[in-house]
Nanobody
Framework: QVQLVESGGGLVQAGDSLRLTCAASRLTFSDYTMGWFRQAPGKEREFVAAVTRRGGVNAVDSVKGRFTISRDNAKNTVYLQMDSLKLEDTANYYC?????????????????????WGQGTQVTVSS
């Protein structure tokens, strides 16, 4: 079955950077929209950013200008570059995959729309 494995989380200070990596296996990676979500304690899982098969990117307003999502179809990997991290970015970050047609430009932002999930990687931002 499909596997999504996140890595790259950790404890950093406000203003620092991290790059999260999601390695996908047992799927035809190029057939999927790939997304990142996050969930803080006591809060619902929320959309962070996603990239469609044809490279269309969308992100939540709170991370625009700070986070960048990218994908490498040759490596079956999606990345989330996080710069200028803030305390409120602290959460468990999840990678997700959704099977979609190539013509889709805007990825869905609802967690229930995605077909497969990773186990998550913790990001903690301290002051």
């Amino acid at each position: 079955q499909v596997q999504l494995v996140e890595s790259g989380g950790g404890l950093v200070q406000a203003g620092d950077s991290l790059r999260l990596t999601c390695a996908a296996s047992r799927l035809t990676f190029s057939d999927y929209t790939m997304g990142w979500f996050r969930q803080a304690p006591g809060k619902e899982r929320e959309f962070v950013a996603a990239v469609t098969r044809r490279g269309g990117v969308n992100a939540v307003d709170s991370v625009k200008g700070r986070f960048t999502i990218s994908r490498d179809n040759a490596k079956n990997t999606v990345y989330l570059q996080m710069d200028s991290l803030k305390l409120e970015d602290t959460a468990n970050y999840y990678c997700a995959a959704k099977l979609q047609p190539f013509y889709v430009l805007v990825a869905p932002t609802v967690p229930g729309s995605y077909d497969h999930w990773g186990q998550g990687t913790q990001v903690t931002v301290s002051s």
